[in-house]
């Protein structure tokens, strides 16, 4: 059974950094991804990591954002450098099944295993 557990939310002022970390139970062929969304909105995708390490950016967070997954660890990270107040959420860590030459996506219906989500809130 596929579990996913993410830590590290929090408040902080625009400008600061979190690290955001995700616990996976998971064999090493998933392809995995961070996701956030605000109350009213659909799941935005964040950044997303491939099985040998590719990865893929939202526009709204190049440069600012970085995604790490360490499988020695079981654990993906997501570290958030300069953040804006729309960089408030709910952040979840998902993974789904892919091939070794699978693109790295954004795409939330590409997943199909989602943590919980940890609550991030940037204020101005």
């Known amino acids: 059974q596929v579990q996913l557990a993410e830590s590290g939310g929090g408040s902080v002022q625009a400008g600061g950094s979190l690290k955001l970390s995700c616990e996976y139970y998971?064999?090493?062929?998933?392809?995995m991804g961070w996701f956030r969304q605000v109350p009213g909105k659909g799941r935005e995708g964040v950044a997303s990591?491939?099985?040998?390490?590719?990865?893929l950016y939202a526009d709204s967070v190049k440069g600012r954002f970085t995604i790490s997954k360490d499988n020695a660890r079981y654990t993906l990270s997501l570290r958030m450098d300069s953040l804006e107040p729309e960089d408030t959420g709910m952040y979840y860590c998902?993974?789904?099944?892919?091939?070794?030459?699978?693109?790295?996506?954004?795409?939330?219906?590409?997943?199909?295993?989602w943590g919980r989500g940890t609550q991030v809130t940037v204020s101005s």
């Open positions: 998902a993974a789904y099944v892919c091939s070794g030459s699978r693109s790295p996506s954004l795409r939330d219906d590409d997943y199909k295993y």
């Open positions: 998971i064999y090493a062929n998933y392809c």
């Open positions: 990591i491939a099985r040998y390490g590719a990865q």
